[in-house]
């Protein structure tokens, strides 16, 4: 069992950062992969961004593609997503999960989620 708890989230202005994090317990991460998920009001969660169990492979979604970068550290045991240049529609709240070794861009593929943290840009 993992347990993933996030944190970082607020209200910034457009243009602003944000760095998120998230913190599992219960299990190490080091064979997992992780995910970056965000949910906006009315909306189904979306994708955002993945790593591998390595570390070494990455991807994201376009729409924040050059914008966010997400790194974790094995070591800690913990999951970052450095968000810049922010944009309003980047405003949901923010989920991390993760699943055996490799990345998906599908929700339902992954087995342990957090209890999400707010993003909020205003314009």
């Known amino acids: 069992q993992v347990q993933l708890v996030e944190s970082g989230g607020g209200l910034v202005q457009a243009g602003g950062s944000l760095r998120l994090s998230c913190a599992a317990s219960?299990?190490?991460?080091?064979?997992?992969?992780l995910g970056w998920f965000r949910q906006a009001p009315g909306k189904e969660r979306e994708f955002v961004a993945a790593?591998?169990?390595?570390?070494?492979?990455?991807a994201y979604a376009d729409s924040v593609k050059g914008r966010f970068t997400m790194s974790r550290d094995n070591a800690k045991n913990t999951l970052y997503l450095q968000m810049n240049s922010l944009k309003p529609e980047d405003t949901g709240v923010y989920f991390c999960?993760?699943?055996?070794?490799?990345?998906?861009?599908?929700?339902?593929?992954?087995?342990?989620w957090g209890q999400g943290t707010q993003v909020t840009v205003s314009s």
């Open positions: 790593i591998s169990w390595t570390g070494g492979g990455t």
């Open positions: 219960g299990r190490t991460l080091s064979n997992y992969a």
């Open positions: 999960a993760s699943r055996p070794y490799s990345g998906s861009y599908y929700p339902s593929e992954y087995n342990y």
